[in-house]
Nanobody, 126 residues
Framework: QVQLVESGGGLVQAGGSLRLSCAAS?????????GGWFRQAPGKEREFVAV????????DYADSVKGRFTISRDNAKNTVYLQMNKLKPEDTAVYYC??????????????????WGQGTQVTVSS
């Protein structure tokens, strides 16, 4: 079993940047197929943000973050990152990382992910 811990959240002004990190312990990320970032704003459902496959590094993004966010991984450090640029107030949410052995076709499906971190708050002020 893998344990995930996110960090890097905080308060930033609109237009600013943050980099989130998600470190794995227990089992390595390479034991699974892909890892994703999701977010949940108050009163809303958890939604897909970005995903990366551990071996090849294939990526995909939600339309709302394309061109602004970049997901990456460092297999040696067992860590996945989310670089967030040009942040908007609507990006405010708790951000979670997760990992799964499910296939690529389920990459944006919240319920397909088996292991989750505790979340990190990102607040973007206008």
């Amino acid at each position: 079993q893998v344990q995930l811990v996110e960090s890097g959240g905080g308060l930033v002004q609109a237009g600013g940047s943050l980099r989130l990190s998600c470190a794995a312990s227990g089992r390595t990320f390479s034991s699974y197929y892909m890892g994703g970032w999701f977010r949940q704003a108050p009163g809303k459902e958890r939604e897909f943000v970005a995903v990366i496959t551990w071996r090849i590094g294939s990526t995909d993004y939600a339309d709302s973050v394309k061109g602004r966010f970049t997901i990456s991984r460092d297999n040696a450090k067992n860590t996945v990152y989310l670089q967030m640029n040009k942040l908007k107030p609507e990006d405010t949410a708790v951000y979670y990382c997760a990992t799964t052995g499910a296939g690529w076709n389920l990459r944006s499906t919240t319920t397909a992910y088996n292991y989750w971190g505790q979340g990190t708050q990102v607040t973007v002020s206008s």
